[in-house]
């Protein structure tokens, strides 16, 4: 027989596993997640090079695509009790914080086109980040590094600001989804 | 006065059973993903999943992704319930409720 030391340590460390189990299935689903955004923002900006015009019409469906794609990765990826409820909250937050987005961009900022272009992957790399307080250090790495390569983009990429979203925003989730499922 | 599982209670076994216990039922651990969440070593966890296995606490399955060979691990109903009480006991020893 153990003693109460003992004991507890059995328990300390059924917790460790079970914390460290818990974290890598978040990952795993949220890292097809964050590839298939990356994916998707890499080709909307791809097509918002090449046709300007439809630059709107483009981040809607792009947008749309993505939601789809997450809500359908999620459901897929199957989920413990209770997640279903937590999926809510976590759709409703997002959905409070695009609203606030819009407020600011259009209501109060007027933004310019390349404002624009900048402020919604970084305000969507703030959600990464908070995210990153409860669910794992990878998702506020990720949210900083990308964001850290936009604002430098923005400064001095000029003209070629789109493509340089493409490869900084795009490539870099898809970059930093990868690397979420190794750790 | 409740027992401890030996086959549960060797730290690496506990390890392993924890991290299987923390899935939904029926869902399995590929053995590289359970190799990290343990942190153990290829051999070693292969010789005690062998022993989960024959307690009937685990079930293995062996297949091909592509071409590459994959070992699921998963919880039976029998090792999940061994692991609930191994759970219950530990606590009742911590509780002052065994000697």
Known sequence: MIDSQQASAALDDINDVVRRVRQSRIYQTASLIIIMWGLLVFLGYIANYTWPPLGYAIWIVTDLVGIAGSIGIAAFSGVGPGAGAFAIRLLMAFVLFIAFGIFCSVVLGHFGPRQMLVFWPIFTMLFYALAGLWFGYAFIVIALGTSALIVIGYFYAGPALLLWMAVVHGGGLVVGGLWMRRI | ?99
């Open chain 2, 1 to 99: 006065m409740a027992e401890l599982d030996e086959i549960i209670h060797q730290p690496l076994r506990l390890r392993i059973m924890a991290a299987l216990n923390a899935l939904p039922v029926s869902t399995g651990l590929e053995f590289a993903r359970l190799k990290k969440l343990t942190g153990a070593t290829d051999g070693n966890l292969g010789a005690h999943i062998e022993t989960l296995a024959k307690a009937g606490y685990v079930a293995v399955d062996k297949a091909f992704v592509g071409k590459k060979p994959q070992t699921t691990v998963t919880a039976t109903a029998a090792g999940r319930g061994a692991f609930a009480r191994h759970v219950a006991t530990l606590q009742q020893i911590i509780a002052g409720k065994q000697p």
